[in-house]
């Protein structure tokens, strides 16, 4: 019972990186504590994908019309199943994660850590995890030798996670039959709206702390100046200040522009997700803890609604 | 439908967060407590399937402090029909413990639908939504930003990434972990919720912590290292200003 299982992830035919991240992660976790390296996928026509998980050592799939497409519960029930074996459990914190994480928790009286942004085993089983929207950093243990750890996206590179070598393939029958309780009526892609956030050159990202739909016009004039777009954290999205396809983040876009301006943006690990590889980012925060100083290469401490006015001043006469 | 809320009260993640002495959590004596973001969305939710379609709103929640009631009576004064305060001091419980209180505070009520946040800032161990659904052995679904009555089952929105969502028929009774409501969560006028701290529709129930069931411990936390990536530009917002368009222009834009 020492193995570290992998639950990996796909949407739309495509594994998704995070899968490799833990792939990668699991290889230095079964490295130290001896072990194989598991990696698990459930759905339907995917045994194709296996092909992908060379950073594996072992396969196990559950390939059933069932799983057509993600089932909350069903894939909960199907992972817990399939996890008996395993020492550690690395899940992606995502949303297909979170539902799978909880319940595969509760089920089997593993303890399950949250918000993982690194894991350790040297002395036991434990984890640095981000609470409080990443402003605080715990280190935390784990009672007996077994733990399911759900782990942030970018913990672990996916290029180490990604081999070309053969694993050994193992097909499970679906253990939960095809009676779920919750049926998937199809997936959803979003409307393109007029701006594509991902191919702008210069982004000014507004969030809470712009405090209403109003203010947003200045951040639009100091975008509009510097020839780019204004986009959002998830809050001011979900206002409906701005539109959906504007939002930067794990449930948004991930975006790589040359400028990301952040006025008013905490810098919670969910939008960070989405905007750390940007290649100039420059924060502004009234809060000198902010975590978005710590992604940020340029910060400053202050007011926006003193900043914007001279912002914009300094532009139209540059 | 009817649909029960689970609110938690969380340390308001605006204000400046310190350490106790010893380093293993937050100085609680100073905290001001919030209710978690994500749970005004889950009882927004509840609200506009009622709205929508009938049934009843009851709220449970978690914890003593003075901003507890606060909150429930707030609840109230949107449109909760029902409003239950468990216990004393319960704030810190892992999410498992929080679960297990839920679950017996649940027994002997008929519900369509648990609704809670997706997540809370302080958890550490899980979301509560498909902890509780675990218990109970009904369904879950998390990330969750919509849901439609039906009969014998919820429609409900869950948010993949990029924007991608799927929609679901699920069958009730369902928990249901709540991104974000279809509307942002309405405000309440301050005299309905003095209205209803007078409507004696908030009950209290005594309920003892269960033992710590997570297996997971806190060692240390330290506030996050920040501006170790960034240099941080000094002066006022004139400085700034001037400083940052040297940026921006020295980047090539
Ligand atoms: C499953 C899931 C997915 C998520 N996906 C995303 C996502 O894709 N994108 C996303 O962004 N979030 C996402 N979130 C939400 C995320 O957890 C945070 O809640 C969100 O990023 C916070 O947005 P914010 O920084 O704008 O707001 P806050 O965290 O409230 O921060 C506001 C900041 O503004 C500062 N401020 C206030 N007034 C001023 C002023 N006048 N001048 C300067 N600064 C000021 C404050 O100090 C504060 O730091 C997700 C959450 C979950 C659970
Ligand atoms: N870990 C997973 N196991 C099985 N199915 C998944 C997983 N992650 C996502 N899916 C779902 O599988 C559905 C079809 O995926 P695909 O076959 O990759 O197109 C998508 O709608 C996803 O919701």
Redesign the pocket.
């Known amino acids: 019972m020492s193995d570290v299982f992998v639950v990996t992830e796909h949407l739309q035919g495509q594994l998704t990186e995070t899968s490799f991240e833990l792939v990668a992660q699991a290889r230095t976790i079964a490295a130290q504590i001896g072990g194989q390296v598991v990696a698990g996928l459930v759905g339907s026509g995917v045994t194709g994908l296996a092909a992908e998980l060379g950073g594996a050592d072992r396969i196990v799939v559950v390939d059933d019309p069932a799983f057509e497409n993600f089932s909350p519960d069903g894939h909960a029930a199907v992972f817990g199943s399939l996890i008996e074996d395993s020492a550690v459990v690395l899940v992606p914190y995502t949303?297909m994660g979170?539902d799978v994480a909880s319940a595969m928790s509760t089920t089997s009286g593993i303890p399950l850590v949250s918000f993982c942004a690194s894991i350790s085993v040297d002395s036991g089983l434990g984890a640095t995890c981000q609470l409080y929207?990443g402003k605080i950093e715990a280190d935390v243990e784990v009672d007996g030798d077994r733990a399911i750890f759900a782990v942030l996206s970018g913990s672990a590179s996916a290029e180490d996670g990604r081999s070309g070598a053969a694993a050994e393939v193992t097909r499970v029958p679906n253990p939960v039959g095809s009676e779920l309780r919750s049926t998937c009526l199809g997936l959803v892609e979003p409307e393109g709206g007029d701006v594509d956030i991902t191919s702008e050159d210069v982004l000014v990202v507004?969030?809470?702390?712009i405090?209403s739909e109003d203010n947003i016009a200045e951040a639009q004039e100091v975008a509009d100046l510097l020839g780019g777009a204004v986009a959002?954290?998830?809050?001011?999205i979900d206002q409906g200040w701005l539109a959906k396809d504007r939002?930067?983040?794990?449930?948004?876009l991930t975006v790589k522009p040359k400028i990301y301006l952040t006025?008013?943006?905490?810098?919670?690990?969910?939008?960070v997700?989405?905007m750390k590889d940007a290649e100039t980012i420059i924060a502004?925060?009234?809060?000198p803890q902010?975590p978005?100083f710590g992604v940020a290469h340029y910060g400053w401490v202050?007011?926006?609604?003193d900043l914007l006015p001279e912002l914009v001043d300094k532009l139209e006469s540059d | 439908m009817d649909s029960v809320v689970l609110l938690r009260p969380v340390p308001d993640?605006?204000e400046e967060l310190e350490l106790n002495d010893d380093g293993t959590d937050l100085d609680r004596d100073y905290l001001g407590y919030v209710l978690n973001?994500?749970d005004d969305h889950a009882l927004e939710e509840a609200i506009l399937l009622k709205e929508a379609s009938g049934g009843s709103v009851t709220v449970l929640g978690l914890g003593s402090a003075d901003e507890m009631e606060q909150i429930l009576h707030t609840a109230l004064a949107k449109g909760a029909d029902e409003a239950i305060k468990l216990g004393d001091d319960l704030s810190q419980l892992s999410v498992s413990s929080q679960a297990e209180i839920f679950v017996s505070a649940l027994e002997g009520r008929s519900y369509d639908l648990i609704l809670t946040g997706?997540?809370a800032a302080d958890e550490l161990d899980g979301q509560l939504a498909v902890r509780v659904a675990a218990k109970l052995e009904i369904p879950h679904v998390s990330?969750v930003v919509g849901a439609d009555a039906g009969d014998g089952s919820v429609k409900v929105t869950k948010?993949f990434?990029g924007g991608v969502t799927a929609d679901y028929q699920v069958q009730t009774p369902a928990a249901l972990g709540i991104?974000a409501a279809r509307q942002a969560p309405r405000y309440v006028a301050v005299s309905l919720i003095r209205q209803a701290q007078q409507g004696g529709a908030l009950s209290e129930i005594d309920v003892d912590p269960p033992p710590e069931t997570s297996g997971v411990r806190v060692v240390s936390v330290r506030v996050s290292e920040t501006g170790e990536g960034a240099e941080m530009i000094e002066g006022d917002e004139e400085a700034a200003a001037e400083k940052i368009v040297e940026i921006i222009r020295g980047a090539g834009v």
């Not at chain 1, 507004?206 to 702390?209: A, E, F, I, K, L």
């Not at chain 1, 006025?263 to 939008?271: D, K, Q, R, T, Y």
């Open positions: 949303s979170m929207a507004v969030g809470r702390g405090e959002g954290s998830r809050p001011i939002q930067v983040g794990k449930s948004g006025l008013g943006v905490s810098g919670a690990p969910e939008h997700e989405g502004v925060n009234t809060d902010a978005i202050g007011d926006i609604f | 993640p605006v973001e994500f997706v997540q990330v948010e990434w991104q």
